[in-house]
């Protein structure tokens, strides 16, 4: 229940349940990635970032107006409609002028009488002849936004419910699905304004809805680069707003050191014109060596979220299946382990295995309250996870128990597991509008106050599972907004409860930072991170290195059960260039994942970073960060040439 944000680099946490981070989103974020260490390039690049610094220097009336302080919500009746970003008072002061309509200064009170909806093309009259490819672009339609609107006509003004419907559109929930990976749904829109407007009916105001839509038909591409070899690959080619409905259908490829992964994915925010939502995807996976197939997994997800605040009632059913070969590498190899049962023999034995997964989630949820949300959700999972060695896994005629052996020691547990669980979420209604903290410009949504969630299940052998446990997990944190900053601190802790003793055990402590705007010009930014799991049945570990955590050091250059990760960050409000927004930052990087935190060494980094908003692709920045590294390790040089790294969405 963090505060809504979005971030390229989550929990690292990797359970080797597919070999995918336990909370990476799903489907791949659209954008580019990538992690090279060439001299050439370097020198390059520091001479591209070094011109972009003199022209900011000699350009200082170039660049945006600083926001405005922190905005929370709701406010009292009848104020002015909050300021607006050079953006959106753009969009909102070219319609205005078209329809011949007024901003309405006092609407509390008043009766909606007519809502106008107006969504641009993607390419204005300042992007010049680029407006050509507007025509092969499909403009959300105008009755698919009304219908996401919270106000209607005949309803008496609110001010709350405004603001709630522009967070609806601009940055809908995130879907947890029952594996435990995120799907995110794609940006639709960079500009979404709601004001009231003078109606010509004496009592009544009238809505102008402006948006702008965010260029739909994409090749997304996601990769890096490891040891002169392509590590990870991750491409498709999606339209994210099919024929105007807001409805996403992607063909992705996915590569990584072991496999090759291809299939489709579809997502739909309203069933047949209702607010049922379905999340689909399935993939087959080939050996990236052989080309050989060797598995599948499908998800499936149903729900009828609360899609507003005053809604109370909302449920689901979430359905899994893979079948996948699992694997693990050191550099450019198949990672060998010896087994700790036999310390007197050097085995090498292949860090792979097959990982079946069967899950079924239902759940139905009850909300109360309006300023303080108080939820409720009780439910019952199903969850079928069994691990096996491959076909060919080397035997030895002295140990028959050898496989067996790998197994219990490095594969996750095979375990059926049938729950019921009641959960309880608490957080408070408040939010804040921040600008130019995460993107430039446009407005960032910020939930303020306290949230609280507790979940306890019961697993018992009269259910279908294999033995009697009681999972417990809790979260707690807070999030501000001072004087136009932000900041959060939150913990978080789960464990099974197994006879005398506690399974799964996780741990999660974080705390972030964003000053408000200093000097007009800059914008301080940290956060810290501590992870820890113990006796953990799924044999998770974090990895830090490359874009999970330490810019300057190879992806997964340290890997342990406990981690300790900070950052801090200097970033510039951006330069306006036309209709684009560009921005540079410092930054130093800190942390280590270890198996305990006693054997924890801080390693250390330092570089600088550009970010880049195209408004008409996403409402996200492009980020490009060269790093160098303070320490050598075994596959990190320290110091010069340093490492580049890229994507799309802040680095944290």
């Known amino acids: 229940m963090r505060p809504n944000s979005r971030k390229a680099s989550e929990v690292r946490l990797q359970a080797l349940d597919g070999a995918t981070p336990k909370d990476r989103a799903w489907p791949r974020r659209f954008g580019t990635a990538g992690s090279v260490s060439v001299l050439g390039t370097a020198c390059v690049s520091a001479s591209v970032l070094l011109s972009f610094v003199l022209v900011i220097w000699a350009s200082p009336i170039a660049w945006a107006d600083p926001p405005p302080r922190a905005e929370e919500h709701p406010d009292s009746p009848g104020d002015m409609p909050r300021p607006l970003g050079r953006l959106e008072q753009e969009s909102v002061d070219q319609e205005l002028q078209a329809l011949g309509l007024i901003i309405d200064p006092k609407p509390a009170g008043k009766v909606v009488r007519n809502v106008y909806v107006v969504n641009q093309e993607v390419f204005s009259r300042r992007d010049w002849w680029f407006q050509f490819f507007n025509m092969f672009h499909r403009t959300t339609r105008p009755g698919i936004l009304r219908r996401e609107l919270l106000l209607r006509s005949g309803q008496p003004y609110d001010d709350a419910l405004v603001e709630e419907s522009l967070r609806n559109l601009q940055s809908p929930p995130t879907l947890v699905l029952a594996n435990g990976t995120k799907f995110v749904p794609p940006d639709l829109s960079s500009v979404v304004v709601l004001v009231p407007v003078v109606s010509p009916q004496t009592g009544t105001v009238d809505l102008l809805a402006v948006t702008r839509d965010i260029w739909s038909l994409r090749f997304n591409t996601n990769f890096e680069f490891q040891e002169k070899t392509l590590s990870l690959l991750e491409t498709s080619l999606s339209e994210n707003n099919l024929f105007g409905w807001r409805k996403y259908l992607s063909v992705g490829f996915e590569m990584d050191q072991g496999r090759a992964g291809i299939g489709p994915a579809y997502f739909d925010p309203n069933v047949a014109g209702t607010r049922l939502t379905l999340v689909a ?62 310390p007197g023999v050097t085995e090498q034995l292949p860090y792979i295995f097959r990982r079946t997964i069967a899950i079924v989630d239902a759940s139905a949820v009850r909300s109360f309250g309006e300023t303080v949300i108080q939820r409720l959700t009780l439910g019952h999972r199903f969850d079928r996870r069994r691990s096996q060695v491959m076909p060919d896994f080397p035997t030895d005629p002295t140990n028959p128990e050898l496989a067996q052996e790998f197994l219990t020691e490095f594969a996750p547990l095979s375990e059926t597991r049938s729950e019921s669980y ?8 408040r939010y804040a509008i921040i600008r130019n903290l ?40 807070w999030a501000f907004g001072p004087g136009g900053g932000y900041a959060y601190a939150q913990l978080l802790g789960s464990a099974r409860l197994r006879a005398d003793h506690a399974i799964d055990q996780r741990m999660n402590a974080e705390i972030y930072i964003a000053s408000p ?13 501590a992870d820890a799991v113990r006796a953990d049945t799924h044999r998770g570990l974090f990895f830090l290195g490359g874009n999970t955590g330490l810019r300057g050091y190879v992806i997964g250059d340290f890997e342990g059960s406990s981690q300790l990760v900070g950052h801090v960050e200097v970033r510039s409000l951006p330069l306006e260039v036309f209709s684009q927004r560009f921005g540079g930052l410092i930054f130093y990087d800190v942390g280590h994942a270890a198996p305990s935190f006693r054997e924890i060494v801080p390693h250390h980094d330092f570089g600088i970073g550009l970010r880049w908003l195209i408004p008409q692709l996403n409402s996200s920045v492009m980020r490009v960060d060269w790093a160098v590294a303070t320490q050598g390790t075994t596959l990190t040089r320290a110091g010069l040439p340093g490492r580049f790294s890229g994507g799309f969405l802040q680095a944290f």
């Open 422 to 429: 009641l959960r309880y979420e608490m957080f408070t209604a």
């Open 438 to 477: 995460d993107t430039f410009d446009l407005r960032e949504n910020r939930r303020l106050g306290p949230w609280l969630s507790l979940e306890i299940a019961a697993g018992l052998p009269e259910l279908g599972a294999d033995f009697r446990a009681f999972p417990i997990s809790g979260q707690a944190g």
């Open 281 to 342: 995807s399935a993939t087959a996976w080939y050996a990236r060596d052989t080309r050989r197939y060797e598995g599948d997994s499908e998800d499936l997800s149903l729900r009828y979220p609360l899609y507003a605040l005053a809604r109370r009632w909302g449920g689901g059913v979430d359905f899994t299946h893979q079948d996948a070969v699992i694997r693990s590498f050191r550099g450019d190899s198949l990672r060998s382990e010896d087994l700790k049962a036999t």
């Open 517 to 529: 705007v200093l000097g007009r010009a800059l914008r301080l930014v940290a956060r810290g991170d």
